[in-house]
């Protein structure tokens, strides 16, 4: 299959220095039928050290199961679901409650609400250990999230490849995007109805390497739904 690079397919608007308390302007991914930006350095690299460590460290990280083929596996990463009492979250059979914000993560909520122009209400962390680990492709379009939900996506720790395919379009190629340590990508608009994505396990150069991901949302009052394993 072909692939092309981020560098290909984006408009890089602004190259400046990051300001605490200022968005930089995103990168512009130009993917027909969808609405997608990225933030190369959201955080500054001492920002970004912080916060990964401090997740690492404070967050009640699970370790979930799921039946495959009528066989009970783990989930190639960890996860933990934080946000306010009505963003209750499933995913496979799995039924969750949210843990309430901690001060760091309320921290990154309000700082990425200002780039994405939303108010989240939840989180979901993954926390992948190494090459082993990662999440099948799938897309976030269940209705719990809303016809066109808004997921801001920040990543800490050793980059890993993220990659687009097109649900219907064939002849469009895949996109893969290394999200890099402290980075925003904002997925919008028709982006989940057209696109699938997913972390492909990386088994060469990262068996150790740790690699965390803050999924934000706007989760509905009823359940939310991710698929992907």
């Known amino acids: 299959m072909n692939t092309q690079s981020i560098n290909q397919l984006t408009f890089d608007f602004h190259n400046g220095n990051l300001l605490k308390d200022v968005s930089p302007h995103p990168d512009v991914l130009l993917m027909p039928d969808a609405s997608v930006y990225f933030y190369r350095d959201f955080f500054s690299k001492e920002e970004s050290d912080r916060i990964f460590q401090e997740l690492l460290q404070d967050i009640a990280w699970q370790q979930d199961t799921i039946k495959y083929y009528g066989k009970e596996i783990n989930l190639p990463r960890l996860t933990a679901w934080y946000g306010e009492v009505e963003a ?6 799995i039924s969750m409650r949210p843990r309430f914000w901690t001060p760091l993560l ?8 200002k780039a994405a122009q939303v108010d989240f209400n939840s989180v979901l962390l993954n926390l992948y250990r190494n090459g082993k680990d990662g999440v099948s492709w799938h897309q976030d379009s269940e209705r719990e999230l809303g016809k066109e939900p808004v997921i801001g996506s920040v990543s800490f720790g050793s980059a890993r490849c993220f990659q687009f395919r097109h649900k219907f379009r064939k002849d469009l190629s895949r996109l893969d995007i290394e999200l890099t340590h402290g980075s925003l990508l904002i997925m919008r608009g028709t982006t989940q109805q057209f696109w699938q994505h997913q972390i ?3 088994q060469i150069g990262r068996r ?9 949302a706007i989760a ?8 992907g394993v």
Do not use: M, P, W
Request: hydrophobic share 30%.
């Open 88 to 93: 209750y979250y499933t995913y496979s059979n």
């Open 106 to 113: 309320s921290q990154i909520k309000r700082k990425i609400e």
């Open 200 to 202: 492909k396990n990386d």
């Open 220 to 227: 509905g009052r009823d359940h939310v739904i991710v698929s």
């Open 208 to 216: 150790s390497a740790h690699f965390l991901q803050c999924l934000f």
